[in-house]
T-cell receptor, first 115, second 109 residues
Framework: EAGVTQFPSHSVIEKGQTVTLRCDPI?????LYWYRRVMGKEIKFLLH????????ESGMPNNRFLAERTGGTYSTLKVQPAELEDSGVYFC?????????????FGPGTRLTVL | EDQVTQSPEALRLQEGESSSLNCSYTVSGLRGLFWYRQDPGKGPEFLFTLYSAGEEKEKERLKATLTKKESFLHITAPKPEDSATYLCAVNTGGFKTIFGAGTRLFVKA
């Protein structure tokens, strides 16, 4: 069974540019999460989808970040325009059951560098 | 504010030297506590979920325990391949998970 995949693995962009990160969850997993780890800090929750619906986006830092999950399959996270402080590793995770305590399976992450 | 604190930040062990990692939490209401392992360049890999004080779970050389204020990850006779960052996280209800900063474990042969 394929795990959670993320694309790209690395992205280097200039301040003010736009970047779109993609996450493909494990097949059949309705729950999809985005997290971010900035340098030297802990992993922080960004938002959670159940199928195509956003259930909790309390962790999104500001309106420069837009997450979508059309059709309830893969998800994208767009940063527009990117700022220096957006640099970090963005993780996606998925789970099968709509419970906060259900096991989450993480992807390898996308390392974003904003210059 | 809900908070998860892990200690030590880094731990260096000799192969076979058992030790414990600590995760203390201050939360409004614990629904579940998770332990993950993370290798460089990879995402966190699930190890255990603990739900209530007194609960214990084991997997190979790892054993996780939970009290009302903290959790321990005990590593018995570690091997070099156990070297990784170990992350603790909690769920307090809903779908938001709060992570600690992790403990970097180095096991020398």
């Amino acid at each position: 069974e394929a795990g959670v995949t993320q694309f790209p693995s690395h992205s280097v962009i200039e301040k003010g540019q736009t970047v779109t990160l993609r996450c493909d969850p494990i097949s059949g997993h309705d729950n999809l999460y985005w997290y971010r780890r900035v340098m030297g800090k802990e992993i922080k929750f960004l938002l959670h989808f159940v199928k195509e619906s956003k259930q909790d986006e309390s962790g999104m830092p500001n309106n420069r970040f837009l997450a979508e999950r059309t059709g309830g399959t893969y998800s994208t996270l767009k940063v527009q325009p990117a700022e220096l402080e957006d640099s970090g590793v963005y993780f996606c995770a998925s789970s099968q059951v709509p419970l906060g305590t259900d096991t989450q399976y993480f992807g390898p992450g996308t390392r974003l560098t904003v210059l | 504010e809900d908070q998860v604190t892990q200690s030590p930040e880094a731990l260096r062990l000799q192969e076979g030297e058992s030790s414990s990692l600590n995760c203390s939490y201050t939360v409004s209401g614990l629904r579940g506590l998770f332990w993950y392992r993370q290798d460089p360049g990879k995402g966190p890999e699930f190890l255990f979920t603990l739900y209530s004080a007194g609960e214990e779970k084991e997997k190979e050389r790892l054993k996780a325990t939970l009290t009302k204020k903290e959790s321990f990850l005990h590593i018995t006779a570690p091997k070099p391949e156990d070297s990784a960052t170990y992350l603790c996280a909690v769920n307090t209800g809903g779908f938001k998970t709060i992570f600690g900063a992790g403990t970097r474990l180095f096991v020398k042969a």
